[in-house]
C-alpha cells in the first residue's frame, strides 16, 4: 500500500513539473515601464490633501461654535427660569395651597 502511495505521488509530482516545462517569461506590453513611472510620479507630485472636515482648524472652529451655541442657550434658558421663579415666588407654596390646587382639602376633626 506504502508503495502505491509513493507512486501516485510521484506521478502526480512529474504530471506538475511537465505542465511547467513550457513556461515562458510573459513581456509586458510597449511603453509599460515608462508609464508606469510617469504615473507614479504624478501620484508622488500631487499629493492628496486631507478634506476640510479633518483639520484641525476646522474641528477646533466647529467645537468653539458648539460651545458658543450651547451656552447662549443656558444663559437664556437660566433668565427664563429666574423670570418663572420670581413669579412663584411671590405666593409662597404652602400645604394648604397644595391641597386646594389637587381638591384635597378635608374638614378638619379638630376644627
Given at each position: 500500500?506504502?508503495?502505491?502511495?509513493?507512486n501516485?505521488?510521484t506521478?502526480?509530482?512529474?504530471?506538475?513539473?511537465?505542465?511547467?516545462?513550457?513556461?515562458?517569461?510573459a513581456?509586458?506590453?510597449?511603453?509599460?515601464?515608462?508609464?508606469?513611472?510617469?504615473?507614479?510620479?504624478?501620484?508622488?507630485?500631487?499629493?492628496?490633501?486631507?478634506?476640510?472636515?479633518?483639520?484641525?482648524?476646522?474641528?477646533?472652529?466647529?467645537?468653539?461654535?458648539?460651545?458658543?451655541?450651547?451656552?447662549?442657550?443656558l444663559?437664556?434658558?437660566?433668565?427664563?427660569?429666574?423670570?418663572?421663579?420670581?413669579?412663584?415666588?411671590?405666593?409662597?407654596?404652602?400645604?394648604?395651597?397644595?391641597?386646594r390646587?389637587?381638591?384635597?382639602?378635608?374638614?378638619?376633626?379638630?376644627?
Open positions: 500500500m506504502i508503495l502505491f502511495m509513493e501516485e505521488l506521478s502526480s509530482e512529474d504530471r506538475i513539473l511537465n505542465s511547467l516545462s513550457g513556461i515562458q517569461r513581456e509586458a506590453p510597449a511603453f509599460f515601464y515608462t508609464r508606469l513611472l510617469g504615473r507614479m510620479q504624478r501620484e508622488t507630485e500631487s499629493v492628496k490633501r486631507p478634506s476640510l472636515i479633518f483639520r484641525p482648524a476646522f474641528a477646533t472652529a466647529v467645537l468653539a461654535l458648539f460651545f458658543v451655541v450651547n451656552t447662549c442657550f444663559l437664556i434658558g437660566n433668565r427664563q427660569q429666574d423670570k418663572r421663579s420670581v413669579q412663584v415666588n411671590e405666593k409662597p407654596a404652602t400645604i394648604e395651597s397644595f391641597a390646587a389637587y381638591q384635597l382639602e378635608s374638614e378638619s376633626l379638630y376644627e
